[in-house]
């Protein structure tokens, strides 16, 4: 069966940096594009941005530019999230989310989400 | 970019009772409206995908229509484990957005 799943919960401090992983399973990883989603602690949902799993190339919302990078070990099937010097509003957890291509597209598979929590 | 409104911002709701939360799209989505289903400490779980079909798994009590740019979910007849936060999501352009959420609660 379909899976996505992300790595344990961060405790870190103001400046420092963070790496999450979402591991894919069930399907082919290359052929489905991969997003990331913020959900700072009770609000809503935000759209961090995409990588395109088959070339590496990433795109970032606007809000995401400069302090996070989206990578890929394609032959683990894992895509990564950084974050660097890390602010108190990143306090959040984070999702990857699976992109599906039909005749509309949504999100149809999401990782269990990664706590990350900044505090000095 | 694209504005979803989704209301109620919450509700509260007795079993067995019919149930309808809205999202209002600032722009033209044609069908590109998919809805979800958010429990304490989970991640969002797809129920609806293109505006109206149902995902796999998902109780045929969720529905979803369209009328124009009004998109709405219902949920038949409310059971306890529909207690949650719902939010829609418009990908027919980039970036795509959700709505705020509806918290659904028993009354």
């Known amino acids: 069966q379909i899976q996505l799943v992300q790595s344990g919960p961060e405790l870190k401090k103001p400046g420092e940096s963070v790496k999450i992983s979402c591991k894919a399973s069930?399907?082919?990883?290359?052929?489905?594009?991969m997003h990331w989603v913020k959900q700072a602690p009770g609000k809503g949902l935000k759209w961090m941005g995409w990588?395109?799993?088959?070339?590496?190339?990433?795109t970032y919302a606007d809000d995401f530019k400069g302090r996070f990078v989206f990578s890929l070990e394609a032959s683990a099937s894992t895509a990564n999230l950084q974050i660097s010097n890390l602010k108190n509003e990143d306090t959040a957890t984070y999702f990857c989310a699976r992109h599906n291509i039909g005749t509309t597209d949504y999100f149809d598979y999401w990782g269990q989400g990664v706590m990350v929590t900044v505090s000095s | 970019d694209i504005q979803m409104t989704q209301s109620p911002a919450s509700l509260s709701a007795s079993l067995e009772e019919i149930v309808t939360i809205t999202c209002q799209a600032s722009?033209?989505?044609?069908?590109?409206l998919a809805w979800y289903q958010q429990k304490p400490g989970k991640s969002p779980q797809l129920l609806i995908y293109?505006?109206?079909s149902l995902a796999d798994g998902v109780p045929s009590r969720f529905s979803g229509s369209r009328s124009g740019t009004q998109y709405s979910l219902k949920i038949s007849r409310l059971q306890v484990e529909d207690i949650g936060i719902y939010y829609c999501?418009?990908?027919?352009?980039?970036?795509?957005?959700f709505g705020g959420g509806t918290k659904l609660e028993l009354k």
């Open positions: 069930g399907y082919t990883f290359t052929d489905y594009a």
């Open positions: 293109g505006a109206t």
């Open positions: 722009q033209d989505i044609g069908n590109w």
């Open positions: 990588i395109n799993t088959y070339t590496g190339k990433p």
């Open positions: 999501l418009q990908a027919y352009s980039a970036p795509p957005t």
